[in-house]
């Protein structure tokens, strides 16, 4: 069965340094994963994916997330983090188990607070 | 290029009622897929519908239905609500294809009293 963890309840930067958001994965299949970020009262937003290609995948507002293969990894970065960016922040994979295009398996979250 | 719209945003129901939630894909989107997001559960998969048809389903009870119509737009329905049932219920529409991503709505925020 697929499954995503996502070890941090709650990630605490200050503005202007590095983040990351760590998310560890178990498929089957084809490791197809997928992050995405939810502000209060609002739907979910995507940020970025893995399918295929280069290990190093960039996406929206800066974001970007690195897939290690070997460590089943695929960790949410920014170089330098806004306080704007305060969310929650979701690690999903692709269910293989639901059928040929499956669903999304997601994480438990984590909150991102980014501190002036 | 309209989003996700999800109607209504807010509602509140005893139990024992019922309850139906639309949704309105993205244009030429013909998978629409719904979400159960709590506290305490996190975000759980209800089923995912592609051109009218149920494609895959979670483990939710069958007072848990939905279809999706000929326009591609979306109904979930929740008969004899439980306490249980208040939530964020989320709707996603994508092409369909397993590398494709989801674009989620804005919600409905079902409390049930």
């Known amino acids: 069965a697929q499954s995503v963890a996502q070890p941090e309840d709650q990630v605490n930067v200050a503005e202007g340094n590095p983040l990351t958001v760590k998310c560890t994965y178990s498929v089957s299949g084809n490791p197809y994963l997928f992050w995405y970020v939810q502000y209060p009262n609002r739907g979910l937003q995507f940020l970025l994916k893995y399918i295929t290609g280069d290990n190093l995948v960039k996406g929206s507002y800066g974001f970007e997330a690195e897939f290690n293969k070997s460590q089943t990894s695929f960790h949410l970065k920014k170089p330098s983090a806004l306080v704007s960016d305060s969310a929650l922040y979701f690690c999903a994979v692709r269910d293989w188990d639901g059928g040929s295009q499956g669903n999304l398996i997601f994480g438990k979250g984590t909150k991102l607070s980014v501190k002036p | 290029k309209a989003g996700v719209t999800q109607t209504p945003r807010y509602l509140i129901k005893t139990r024992g009622q019922q309850v139906t939630l639309s949704c309105s894909p993205i244009?030429?989107?013909?998978?629409v897929s719904w979400y159960q997001q709590t506290p305490g559960q996190g975000l759980q998969f209800l089923f995912e519908?592609?051109?009218?048809?149920?494609?895959n389903k979670g483990n939710f009870p069958g007072r848990f239905s939905g279809r999706q119509f000929s326009n591609s737009r979306s109904e979930m329905n929740v008969s004899t609500l439980e306490l249980g049932d208040s939530a964020l219920y989320l709707c996603a529409s994508s092409q369909g294809t397993s590398g494709g991503e989801l674009f989620f709505g804005e919600g409905s925020r079902l409390t049930v009293l």
């Open positions: 519908y592609f051109s009218e048809t149920q494609r």
């Open positions: 244009s030429g989107h013909r998978s």
